[in-house]
């Protein structure tokens, strides 16, 4: 059965050195942090944390919005506390329910290889969702890109909170 879901792939970025420099007890300590923040935001928000993926996590939601309002706000957060730089992918379309807990598609594989796109700091989105957020976030067009398994290009969009972007002096894409 397919279903409309949106997904965000959350990373702590520079994690590995940060464990070959710090050692396994302060490598825990980060994800213990991580994984509270992020419990916390996805409860406050409403979205629900679909896999832990070791200094990761696949978040899905309902609604996009919601979504994309989660996602920025741990960006925020993790820039704010001085924690590792997290970056993050949303993409969102239908998908096929298996199990009745799992989900599989395209909008997960988008929104996965998304995250791997972004820089640190960087919360990175398919057009079509950056045409979704919510007051008081910003979509920034950050180009065309080949995305590894998929056989076009993808209009990719930056995310960012209306006051980091009045800062860069950078356009958003209108809202519809």
């Not at 970056?87 to 807990?101: N, Q």
């Amino acid at each position: 059965m397919r279903v409309p879901r949106a997904f965000a792939f959350v990373d702590l970025s520079g994690f590995t050195q940060f464990t070959d420099l710090h050692g396994d007890a302060e490598a825990v300590a980060v994800l213990t942090q991580f994984r509270s923040v992020l419990r916390a935001t996805a409860s406050d928000i409403g979205v629900r944390i679909a896999k832990w993926l070791g200094d990761g996590a696949m978040l899905v939601s309902v609604d996009t919005t919601t979504l994309v309002e989660a996602t920025v706000s741990l960006a925020d957060h993790f820039v704010d506390v001085g924690l590792l730089p997290l970056r993050a992918g949303v993409a969102a379309g239908d998908v096929i329910l298996f199990e009745g807990d799992d989900y599989t598609g395209g909008a997960i594989n988008l929104a996965a290889r998304l995250c791997d796109l972004a820089q640190p700091l960087e919360v990175l989105a398919t057009v079509d969702v950056g045409e979704q957020v919510p007051e008081g976030i910003a979509a920034i067009a950050a180009g065309r890109h080949m995305i590894p398994g998929l056989a076009v290009p993808v209009d990719v969009v930056r995310l960012v909170h209306a006051s980091r972007f009045e800062v860069t002096g950078e356009v958003p894409l209108p809202r519809n």
